[in-house]
């Protein structure tokens, strides 16, 4: 995955006057056409104590909003850093929203003053199928999108 690709695409349609929601859609769109492991990629947004799902790709989940502290989403606000989940098999918490998920990562939504907005999660069908590039190249992403708040 090129983060800096899927960044320079939302600078671009920021400057022709995309809203945030909009560029959240272009930045799962992006971010899911750049791996065929990415079998499910969100964008939750902190709202008060628990996060509510503001963009997807992937199947549908009815878990679109998540209390902080719950599931690996929660656990990654609540314990403020990124989570990377070889198998999910193996954790107590996890909230599952497809039976075909294998592994999982989280990567924070800071805004500039380091305040936690959201988070991509991003969901394989593959064990292990995330590594230090994709937690980067998330990261290239997840800090553009921070600096709109
Ligand atoms: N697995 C997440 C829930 C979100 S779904 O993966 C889309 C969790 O345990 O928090």
């Given at each position: 995955m090129d983060g800096s690709g899927v960044?320079?695409?939302?600078?671009?349609?920021r400057g022709a006057g995309a809203s945030r929601d909009?560029?959240?859609?272009?930045?799962?769109?992006?971010?899911a056409?750049?791996?065929?492991?990415?079998?499910?990629?969100?964008?939750?947004?902190?709202?008060?104590?628990?996060l509510e799902l503001q963009s997807?790709?992937?199947a549908p989940t009815e878990h679109t909003r998540i209390?902080?502290?719950h599931g690996v989403c929660g656990t990654a606000v609540a314990?403020?850093?990124d989570i990377n989940v070889p198998d999910v098999r193996e954790l107590d918490n996890y909230i599952a929203c497809s039976v075909g998920t294998r592994?999982?990562?989280v990567v924070l939504i800071r805004d500039a003053d380091g305040v936690v907005r959201g988070q991509l999660d991003l969901d394989s069908d593959t064990a292990s199928a995330f590594d230090d590039g994709d937690e980067r190249e998330l990261?290239?992403?997840?800090?553009?999108?921070?600096?709109?708040?």
């Open positions: 960044t320079t695409r939302l600078a671009e349609l909009d560029l959240m859609e272009a930045a799962v769109e992006g971010i056409a750049a791996s065929a492991k990415y079998d499910w990629v969100g964008i939750y947004l902190l709202d008060g104590d628990a997807f790709r992937g209390a902080v502290g314990e403020n850093r592994s999982e990562i990261k290239v992403v997840a800090d553009w999108l921070g600096s709109l708040y």
